[in-house]
């Protein structure tokens, strides 16, 4: 009777313990833990790699790869073919619509591109919201929705100034640098470039900007942030939609900063100075 008394015990607590387990959520290395998701550490480098290998996509997959590894796999870092880049294209399986076409024999499907958060490496950039959506999805991850995006970048200085080392790279007469570099550039959650450097396409989307302005002007909240939103309304009036663009890149100066919000190019737009970051 004592040990089935024991056991009968041994399972309650084990049932009531269950629930607490089963809502921990234990974030990878290549990301930190904001609220219930988890936040890529680093803004997103795109690589080519091999459906055969198998072993380096589960790194990837997993938040275990780094540039070693990713190099001694054979991976190609995509992005923007000029310089400060000088990237290969994204491939002609992986269009700027996103709708890819699987490399042949991949199991399962994939065309071979995926999203990756390191340091020490340009992130990539020239790439649509369409791709930077799928190229997430096919890591394992997903965009940042806005709030995600809001939440991690609390405590990343805005912008406070660009020495051209340490602080975020916001300068006019800079380029992009490499990702984490900038060791002042760092959220209270430990997410480093949230502010400058590339802005980064983000899930949400609404109308598209009709005009600007800014936090302080609008709101008294210092730091000049740059918001762009709202079609321009009206009875019978059309307004296309548009992702929302977060954090300002390089040479946005002032109007970056962790309010920096615009809403004016199409998901099918890319540029220099868009990126992206992802989150489980």
Do not use: H
Request: aromatic share 8%.
């Amino acid at each position: 009777m004592l040990r089935s008394s024991l056991a009968l015990a041994a399972v309650l607590t084990l049932a009531i313990a269950l629930p607490a387990r089963a809502g921990t959520l234990k974030c990878p290395a290549d990301s930190v833990k904001v609220g219930n998701a988890c936040i890529d550490l680093y803004e997103t480098s795109v690589w080519q790699i091999s459906p055969s290998n198998t072993s380096l996509i589960k790194q990837v997959q997993k938040g275990k790869a780094t540039l070693a590894t990713l190099t001694a796999g054979g991976a190609v870092q995509l992005g923007c073919t000029y310089a400060p880049f000088s990237q290969t294209a994204y491939p002609a399986n992986f269009p700027s619509d996103g709708n890819w076409t699987p490399v042949l024999g991949s199991v399962p499907p994939s065309p071979g591109v995926y999203a990756v958060s390191i340091p020490g490496v340009l992130p990539s950039s020239c790439i649509t919201w369409f791709q930077a959506n799928q190229a997430c999805r096919l890591s394992g991850k997903r965009l940042l929705r806005n709030g995600d995006w809001q939440a991690a970048a609390q405590g990343t200085p805005d912008p406070g100034t660009d020495n051209g080392t340490t602080d975020c790279n916001i300068s006019a007469a800079g380029n992009p640098v490499n990702t984490g570099s900038r060791s002042n550039c760092k959220s209270s959650w430990g997410v480093f470039d949230m502010v400058g450097n590339v802005s980064e396409w983000v899930e949400d989307w609404a109308d598209q900007r009709a005009n600007c302005t800014d936090w302080t002007t609008s709101a008294g909240i210092a730091g000049n942030d740059q918001t762009c939103f709202a079609g321009p309304g009206g009875a019978g009036s059309l307004s296309l939609p548009a992702p929302l663009v977060r954090g300002g890149a390089w040479g946005s100066g002032s109007s970056a900063g962790v309010f920096s919000v615009t809403v004016y190019f199409d998901p099918s737009s890319s540029n220099g100075a868009f990126g992206f970051r992802c989150a489980r």
